[in-house]
C-alpha cells in the first residue's frame, strides 16, 4: 500500500489530506446529530403536562437538560410565556434561525472536499502524463528507443491520484449526502413541532386565565 501511494506523487499527500478532513467531520458531524437526537413524543407530553399545570420553570429546567434543538428553541419560546403569540413566534422563529446553522456546520466544507479530491486526482492524472512525455522526449533527443518501463512511473502516478481522488470522493459524497438528510429532517421537526409548542403554550396561557 506504502508503494503504491509513493508511485502516486506528492499530489497523494494532498488527497490524503481530504480523506482525513472528511473522515473527521462525518464523525463529528454525525455524533452531533445522534446526541441531538430526542423521543420528541414524549418529551413534548412532559412539556404538556407541565405547562397545564402552570409550572413553567419545570418546563424551562427540563428544556435546558435535554441537548436537542427542538428543546433550545422551546426554552426560547417559554422564557416569553408571559407575551403575545407573536412574541412567542419570534423568539421560536430566531431561535431556529441561530439552531440550523448550527446543524450544518461544516457540511459545506464536506461538499468541497467531494469536489476537489477528483480534481486533485485528475491533476495529478495530467502530471503524470507530462512527466511521462517528458521521459519520451529525453529519450528520443539522444535517439534512444523508449520502452513501456520507461513511461511506467508517469503511468502509475496518473492512475493512482485518479483512483485514489475517486476513492475519497465516493464516500465523502454518500456522507454529505446522509448528513444533509438528517439535518433536513432535524429541520422540519422542528418546524413541525414548533407549530405545536405554540398552540400548547397558547391554550395553556388560556387555560390558566379562566381558572382566574
Known sequence: MFTLFDKGGPLMYLILLCSVFALAIFLERFIHLYRAGIDTEKFMTNLNNNIRKNKIKDAIELCEIMPSPIAYIFKKGLLKYDRSREEIKQAIEDAGGHEIPRLEKNLNMLATIVQIAPLLGLLGTVTGMIAAFKVIQAKAALGIAVSPGDLAGGIW????????????????????????????????????????????????????????
Open 157 to 212: 502516478e496518473a492512475l493512482i491520484t485518479t483512483a485514489a481522488g475517486l476513492v475519497v470522493a465516493i464516500p465523502a459524497y454518500v456522507a454529505h449526502n446522509y448528513l444533509v438528510s438528517r439535518v433536513n429532517l432535524i429541520v422540519l421537526e422542528m418546524e413541525e413541532k414548533s407549530k405545536e409548542f405554540i398552540n400548547l403554550l397558547i391554550s395553556g396561557k388560556k387555560e390558566e386565565e379562566n381558572e382566574i
